[in-house]
């Protein structure tokens, strides 16, 4: 979310959002030209949004503590999780306060991608091992009621587990915005989620 100019942090005006091998991807930059070039360039980048990044007032004071503090750029990731989210690295001085807050955060975004990720991951197994063409959990949910359908059980299945898995992915949110949890890396966070059949 940040990036360092004339020895000081800034906000980053753009979000950067395409495809990557057809996955969803997202990154803040101060250099949208440079996205523009790259995904043109590549056959496997697609897809290119630029948003406008619109910080938050928590997000701005937190960006002021830092150049306040002096801290200088080889510390960009330590300082672009405190701005973003409020959350404190061990790299950051003492005085700094974590208050996690992920609601305008990639961080959330991120969260939200990798559960959908995991539920979609299920379908498409299934769809490989049967030969079945559900193109999403949703596809399945439009027979979750026929009880006569070939392929009932599995969409009955399917759709009440990712029902599951979207109450589990927010209660872990809940907890990490009331720092009953720190933020779980990538792996820790699907691996708190439920696993299908179990």
């Excluded at 928590?58 to 973003?84: H, M, P, S, T, W």
């Excluded at 599951?164 to 820790?188: G, K, N, Y």
């Amino acid at each position: 979310m940040v990036f360092y100019k004339e020895n000081r942090w800034q906000i980053c005006p753009k979000l950067a959002e395409y495809r990557a091998h057809g996955k969803l991807k997202r990154t803040y930059t101060d250099n949208p030209k440079w996205w523009q070039e790259f995904v043109n360039k590549w056959w496997h980048h697609e897809g290119l949004i630029l948003h406008e990044v619109q910080p938050t007032q928590a997000q701005i004071d937190r960006l002021e503590v830092c150049n306040v503090a002096g801290i200088n750029e080889g510390f960009k990731g330590a300082v672009a999780d405190y701005v973003e989210s409020g959350i404190v690295s061990e790299l950051l001085p003492d005085s700094f306060t974590q208050q996690i807050d992920i609601t305008n955060s990639n961080k959330l975004w991120e969260y939200e991608q990798l559960t959908a990720e995991h539920i979609q991951a299920e379908v498409d197994r299934y769809n490989k091992q049967y030969g079945t063409a559900f193109k999403d959990v949703h596809s399945c949910a439009n027979y979750a009621g026929k009880t006569d359908y070939t392929y009932y059980q599995f969409c009955s299945s399917v759709w009440d587990w990712s029902i599951s898995v979207w109450e589990a992915a927010r209660q872990i949110l809940t907890d990490v915005q009331t720092e009953v949890i720190e933020p779980p890396d990538a792996d820790t966070f699907i691996s708190m989620l439920p696993a299908y059949g179990v």
